[in-house]
T-cell receptor, first 115, second 113 residues
């Protein structure tokens, strides 16, 4: 069994300040973890992924996340927020077992970026 | 470019009619595709797993006769919403995985009037 919890449904930051979106997971297997971003009425775009290699993962648009097994966390960070980062972010977990394995989504965090 | 293409992006239909949504993998063969439904300001809910050449596997609570899934080739899966009603209005997203990650279609906004 697997699950993912996004601790904040809504995060608001000022442009130029750091972003932290929190995610905790549970999995019976050694998991793969992803962060996806969704802009309104759009599909999902992969930001970054962890698949049992380096625990600090760098993604697109300046985002990164650190896999911490002891804390079962995979928090998403960015040093300086940009207005274009405003979107919905999903943390996703899947067993690291192939193309037919299901994805389990967190409930999402809406990031608001203000001037 | 996008590796999973979903069509149409928007559709409005009358209550009682059926609507077909297509999902194509462009750069790889997808033996398995996934169909999700997303309610406003909510997360994605897995509806069914589409398997090439065999019947789809539906999640608990999803009506298989309402949401018909066909996966006739390694690059195409279709979702047909039959006898649509206003409560079927939603955002539907398909997904396919390669060995490294999942790719998502652009989504289809279905409005039943």
């Amino acid at each position: 069994a697997q699950s993912v919890t996004q601790l904040d449904s809504h995060v608001s930051v000022s442009e130029g300040t750091p972003v932290l979106l929190r995610c905790n997971y549970s999995s019976s297997y050694s998991p793969s973890l992803f962060w996806y971003v969704q802009h309104p009425n759009k599909g999902l775009q992969l930001l970054l992924k962890y698949t049992s290699a380096a625990t600090l993962v760098k993604g697109i648009n300046g985002f990164e996340a650190e896999f911490k097994k002891s804390e079962t966390s995979f928090h998403l960070t960015k040093p300086s927020a940009h207005m274009s980062d405003a979107a919905e972010y999903f943390c996703v977990v899947t067993p690291n077992t192939g193309t037919a394995s299901k994805l389990t989504f967190g409930t999402g965090t809406r990031l608001q970026v203000t001037l | 470019g996008a590796v999973v293409s979903q069509h149409p992006s928007r559709v409005i239909c009358k209550s009682g009619t059926s609507v077909k949504i297509e999902c194509r993998s462009l750069d790889f063969q997808a033996t398995t595709m996934f169909w999700y439904r997303q309610f406003p300001k909510k997360s994605l809910m897995l509806m069914a797993t589409s398997n090439e050449g065999s019947k789809a596997t539906y999640e608990q609570g999803v009506e298989k006769d309402k949401f018909l899934i066909n996966h006739a080739s390694l690059t195409l899966s279709t979702l047909t919403v039959t006898s649509a009603h206003p409560e079927d209005s939603s955002f539907y997203i398909c997904s396919a995985r390669d060995q490294y990650q999942a790719f998502f279609g652009q989504g289809t906004r279905l409005t039943v009037v």
